[in-house]
């Protein structure tokens, strides 16, 4: 900068990633600023209107600049109107007149945001509201906030001429056309003259805003073709029609059934009509298909089966889309139009990956001892002990895991958990490193004192050279990380690793691993005594600090009673080992993040009527003492993680309460695991197997049992484990080598 002139000198970086404001992946700034000079320094005035104040102060000087006497304003930008009244007021000019209005809203009660998309813009107005309709509709109380989302303009434009009984009404000609599915404006016409009753009118203007309100509102369900085979069956009929150019619509509908038998001789000849509506419409429902083929144009037909619907990779497994490389293999493209993938290296040494693996397994045994002191201000000794197990089990057994090492890719960036920072280092920051040539792992804020204590005694560095540590802020680590990153691999929230996706391209893998539901269900003939053990085990490892810690413990009620009894005895025997980790005995310590003891004490204030043991917090120290919550089911249940010792028991009395909870629109989104106690029908032959998958159900045992790190790790539910890649989000469980081998290795190693 250089005040004296009034000049500031600037240079924009071409191959710099940045986190553009509403768009959901990183951006380079050569995209961004394309009619810029890149990668040069540039000298400019500020002066005589070539610079821009900060945004409030703006407002103000750009209205006297003006010499603005009446300006109205949102509701929203009080503050910046008092501002503007300070300016004219320090400068000595004339206040303008400020006239505030209300804002328009969304569906949900938000305000409309460009950024977000959620609005409903003057074009929207003009072509799906007639002028009379707007009319009415801007001059009620312009000083009063209002919803103004697409979806109300049938009822806003049938407001108008309600008395108009002769009028064929917006709101029955936008479920006409939604079940219709027209191809074009005319089709649509021809449609509405089917199902109007005698008497009943629409005007052209009528029609065209109908129609463009159809085509505003029309969704891709995803529900569209899902086998090679489904395709070929809609590219013939296209193929088909397209070579006899005599065909009659009647023909047409004939060729239609016909290659249907032919095409899939095993379905049912009824089912030709959801594959139909599938390809064709992206749904599961639709109009007579007779009726469409007669009504729509040839062009709009070949059309239509030339460009079905197909679904998209986010409701695919990984080993659905490997079935069908050409959804999985996603080659991008520059802005020159180039090809690029992700650039393999030289051939992976198995035999170099089981020797490192070895060699730390070693240093693990060796230092044990070493690793609990220098833990131990951060956890129990127990879960260190248990973390090196884990550690060890996965770096003895690398074997199993021996098909995805065949090349190295360049980067992959892991954030690391709150807990368990040796075993998470060598799942998510070691093992990748035997399969990359640069990986770098960051600890949470809070773990980097205790982090740098674990490095102290075992480098991982020295043992993969490609491996390195990061303690610098997030946002200096992001912008350092973005440009030599192929994969993500992020542990924490969903709504955290929305923030760090969007720093990254869209054709970086980025790996979640969140937040689980993983239920217990202890069912009537449930041995209890197994059951206790579980329950506590996964409630109380590492302060409840754990994804695969249960939010509810579902006990059936005629037992429940005992094992309330028998649980809150073992918990009064345990309560001597309860305490700060400095005691190696304690089995239950202080919580990592202290302040996360002051959220906690909010939550526990919400339940406490239904307190029944424990709900001691220490929010000095970040101690929470193991508390039991009893809540009836029929209240609701719980869909919410602690992240701390807490038993919510729930009791049930049928199936069908089990049916409820697992059918709640808050479960899905983290559906993981359940671990059932004894035997019930519902979980085993009813309970949705797209939820659940088989291996998500464990039987008479628990998650930590279960967990080995040369296994996937998840479930179903996007919230508790996913993928992302190339835009689309892939639900299902989690193993870094094998999802960073099936999406950037295998695809291209020829």
Same mark, same amino acid.
């Given at each position: 900068m250089n005040p004296d002139n009034g000049e500031i000198t600037y240079y924009i970086p071409s191959d710099e990633i940045v986190n553009k404001p509403g768009s959901e992946y990183g951006v380079e700034l050569r995209d961004l600023y394309q009619e810029e000079l890149l990668d040069k320094e540039q000298t400019v005035s500020v002066l005589n209107g070539k610079a821009k104040l900060q945004w409030k102060a703006d407002w103000g000087m750009r209205l006297l600049y003006r010499n603005i006497h009446f300006e109205m304003h949102g509701e929203d930008l009080m503050d910046s109107a008092s501002i503007a009244r300070q300016i004219s007021i320090t400068l000595d000019k004339p206040t303008p007149r400020l006239y505030q209005y209300g804002l328009f809203l969304d569906a949900s009660g938000k305000k409309i945001s460009k950024s977000k998309g959620n609005g409903f813009s003057l074009d929207d107005a003009k072509n799906l509201l007639t002028p009379e309709a707007i009319q009415i509709y801007l001059s009620k109380d312009p000083k009063k906030s209002t919803k103004f989302y697409i979806e109300q303009s049938p009822r806003l434009n049938d407001q108008v001429n309600i008395s108009n009984k002769k009028r064929l009404s917006f709101y029955k000609i936008s479920r006409i056309l939604k079940a219709s599915k027209p191809t074009s404006i005319s089709s649509a016409r021809k449609f509405l003259d089917l199902y109007r009753r005698n008497g009943?009118?629409?005007?052209?203007?009528?029609?065209?805003?109908?129609?463009?309100?159809?085509?505003?509102?029309?969704?891709?369900?995803?529900?569209?073709?899902?086998?090679?085979?489904?395709?070929?069956?809609?590219?013939?009929?296209?193929?088909?029609?397209?070579?006899? !150019? =005599?065909? *009659?619509?009647?023909? @047409?509908?004939? &060729?239609?059934?016909?290659?249907f +038998?032919?095409?899939?001789? /095993?379905?049912?000849?009824?089912?030709?009509?959801?594959?139909?509506?599938?390809?064709?419409?992206?749904?599961?429902?639709?109009?007579?298909?007779?009726?469409?083929?007669?009504?729509?144009?040839?062009?709009?037909?070949?059309?239509?089966?030339?460009?079905?619907?197909?679904?998209?990779?986010?409701?695919?497994?990984?080993?659905?889309?490997?079935?069908?490389?050409?959804?999985?293999?996603?080659?991008?493209?520059?802005?020159?139009?180039?090809?690029?993938?992700?650039?393999?290296?030289?051939?992976?040494?198995?035999?170099?990956?089981?020797?490192?693996?070895?060699?730390?397994?070693?240093?693990? !045994? =060796?230092? *044990?001892?070493?690793? @609990?002191?220098? &833990?131990?201000?951060?956890?129990? +000794?127990?879960?260190?002990? /248990?973390?090196?197990?884990?550690?060890?089990?996965?770096?003895?057994?690398?074997?199993?895991?021996?098909?995805?090492?065949?090349?190295?890719?360049?980067?992959?960036?892991?954030?690391?958990?709150?807990?368990?920072p040796i075993y998470a280092s060598v799942c998510f920051g070691f093992i990748p490193s035997l399969m990359a040539e640069n990986v770098c792992i960051r600890p949470p804020t809070a773990m980097h004192p205790h982090y740098k204590k674990f490095a102290d005694v075992i480098n991982l560095s020295k043992i993969s050279t490609s491996l390195s540590t990061s303690y610098e802020d997030k946002e200096l680590f992001l912008s350092k990380r973005v440009k030599t990153t192929d994969a993500v691999i992020f542990t924490g929230t969903p709504e955290n690793a929305?923030?760090?996706?969007?720093?990254?391209?869209?054709?970086?893998?980025?790996?979640?691993?969140?937040?689980?539901?993983?239920?217990?269900?202890?069912?009537?003939?449930?041995?209890?005594?197994?059951?206790?053990?579980?329950?506590?085990?996964?409630?109380?490892?590492?302060?409840?600090?754990?994804?695969?810690?249960?939010?509810?413990?579902?006990?059936?009620?005629?037992?429940?009673?005992?094992?309330?009894?028998?649980?809150?005895?073992?918990?009064?025997?345990?309560?001597?080992?309860?305490?700060?980790?400095?005691?190696?005995?304690?089995?239950v310590g202080p919580n990592s993040d202290i302040d996360h003891s002051i959220k906690m004490a909010s939550i526990f204030k919400i339940n406490r009527s239904y307190c029944t043991y424990g709900g001691e917090i220490n929010p000095i120290d970040g101690m929470i003492k193991p508390t039991i919550f009893e809540k009836p089911l029929s209240l609701g249940g719980n869909y919410k993680e602690f992240f701390a010792p807490v038993f919510f028991l729930q009791k049930y009395q049928q199936d069908q309460n089990l049916a409820d909870y697992f059918s709640n629109p808050s479960y899905s989104a983290n559906a993981m695991y359940i671990s059932l106690f004894g035997t019930s029908d519902y979980i085993s032959n009813k309970l949705n197997k797209t939820l659940h998958l088989p291996e998500s159900i464990l039987n008479n045992t628990d998650l930590h049992m279960e967990e080995h790190g040369y296994f996937p790790y998840g479930g179903q539910g996007p919230a508790a484990s996913c993928l992302w890649y190339d835009g689309n989000r892939i639900n299902g469980n989690t193993l870094p080598q094998r999802d960073i081998y099936q999406y950037l290795v295998e695809p291209y190693n020829k």
């Open positions: 009943e009118v629409i005007s052209e203007i009528e029609l065209t805003i109908s129609y463009n309100y159809y085509l505003r509102t029309k969704k891709d369900n995803n529900r569209g073709l899902m086998t090679t085979k489904e395709e070929d069956y809609f590219s013939f009929i296209s193929k088909s029609i397209k070579k006899d !150019k =005599k065909l *009659s619509k009647e023909k @047409i509908f004939k &060729l239609i059934l016909n290659s +038998k032919k095409t899939f001789p /095993d379905r049912d000849k009824s089912q030709i009509w959801v594959l139909l509506y599938r390809g064709l419409f992206g749904d599961i429902r639709g109009p007579k298909i007779e009726t469409w083929i007669k009504i729509n144009d040839i062009k709009s037909i070949i059309e239509y089966f030339e460009n079905p619907h197909k679904v998209k990779s986010e409701n695919k497994s990984p080993d659905d889309k490997m079935k069908n490389k050409e959804s999985f293999i996603m080659i991008n493209k520059d802005k020159d139009n180039k090809k690029y993938m992700t650039k393999l290296f030289k051939s992976i040494d198995f035999n170099q990956v089981k020797e490192k693996c070895d060699t730390l397994s070693f240093e693990l !045994k =060796k230092h *044990s001892n070493a690793l @609990i002191d220098a &833990l131990a201000g951060y956890q129990c +000794k127990i879960v260190t002990e /248990d973390e090196i197990l884990r550690s060890i089990d996965l770096l003895n057994n690398i074997e199993k895991n021996k098909e995805y090492f065949k090349k190295n890719i360049y980067g992959v960036t892991s954030f690391l958990p709150l807990n368990q929305t923030k760090v996706r969007k720093h990254f391209r869209k054709n970086t893998l980025f790996i979640l691993n969140g937040a689980g539901h993983n239920p217990l269900v202890i069912s009537k003939d449930a041995d209890i005594d197994i059951a206790i053990e579980s329950t506590k085990r996964v409630v109380l490892y590492n302060q409840g600090q754990d994804c695969a810690g249960p939010n509810s413990i579902l006990v059936h009620n005629e037992i429940y009673e005992l094992f309330r009894r028998k649980l809150i005895s073992s918990l009064k025997g345990i309560e001597d080992k309860v305490g700060h980790y400095s005691n190696y005995t304690n089995i």
